[in-house]
């Protein structure tokens, strides 16, 4: 099930969240969270977590022009990777603590 994320209080949830478990478990894309939480609401239409049993997790979709995105992080290559539609679609981008604001800046610019 997801849940739209609709207000402040609600993200400020989501990303404390995901910071505390990339702190314990993915150091690999912890200082690119918050840049790209920022693109992220810079450009969506629409955001939604994934909720299981009321607790938000790491996945997240967003709309931009009436395409759709989703968010998750990648165990195995220890990235954040952005894939078309779902998390089963084509990986469009990886990001992890080597991207630049710069880099997540032209991704999003040309969404």
Not at 65 to 90: C, L, P, T
Request: net charge positive; aromatic share 8%; charged share 35%.
């Amino acid at each position: 099930m997801s849940k739209e994320i609709k207000d402040v209080d609600v993200l400020q949830e989501y990303i404390k969240r995901i910071k505390t478990k990339a702190k314990h478990h993915a150091e690999e894309v912890g200082e690119v969270i918050f840049p790209l939480i920022g693109a992220i609401v810079w450009k969506c239409e629409n955001i939604k977590c994934l909720e299981k049993d009321g607790d938000m997790k790491n996945v997240l979709w967003i709309s931009v022009r009436d395409k759709k995105y989703a968010f998750s992080y990648n165990h195995d290559v220890k990235k954040i990777e952005m894939r078309e539609g779902s998390i089963k679609g084509k990986v469009l981008h990886s990001f992890d603590n080597k991207n630049s604001v710069i880099d997540i800046i032209n991704i999003f610019d040309n969404l």
